[in-house]
Nanobody, 119 residues
Framework: QVQLVESGGVLVQPGGSLRVSCAVS????????MGWYRQAPGKQRELVAS???????TYADSVKGRFTISRDNAKNTIYLQMNSLKPEDTAVYYC?????????????WGQGTQVTVSS
């Protein structure tokens, strides 16, 4: 069974930095695109950043220049380095991955990790 496990969410002051991680465990054959989404209270879940298995990344306009997504294919893990954090970055951050298991390709989600930016 495939599982995505996030870690690293904490309380951080405005202007600070934080790195969150997401590791894929369980049986899988191919991990395609992976990404980070976030959902703030009362708002819809939004894409923050994504990265293909060849390393091509995309970012939401609101985080360009501040966040960096990276991927370690040997460890089936992605990271989101967040710098110059703002209070509006406060949200639950969810990891997402498109994974082939056998003949099926499905979308998988982690349980989420809370990032709070506050003084």
């Amino acid at each position: 069974q495939v599982q995505l496990v996030e870690s690293g969410g904490v309380l951080v002051q405005p202007g600070g930095s934080l790195r969150v991680s997401c590791a894929v465990s369980g049986s899988s054959t191919t991990i395609y695109a992976m990404g980070w989404y976030r959902q703030a209270p009362g708002k819809q879940r939004e894409l923050v950043a994504s990265i293909t298995n060849s390393g091509t990344s995309t970012y939401a306009d609101s985080v360009k220049g501040r966040f960096t997504i990276s991927r370690d294919n040997a460890k089936n893990t992605i990271y989101l380095q967040m710098n110059s954090l703002k209070p509006e970055d406060t949200a639950v951050y969810y990891c997402n991955a498109v994974i082939r298991v056998g003949f099926s390709v499905n979308n998988y989600w982690g349980q989420g990790t809370q990032v709070t930016v506050s003084s």
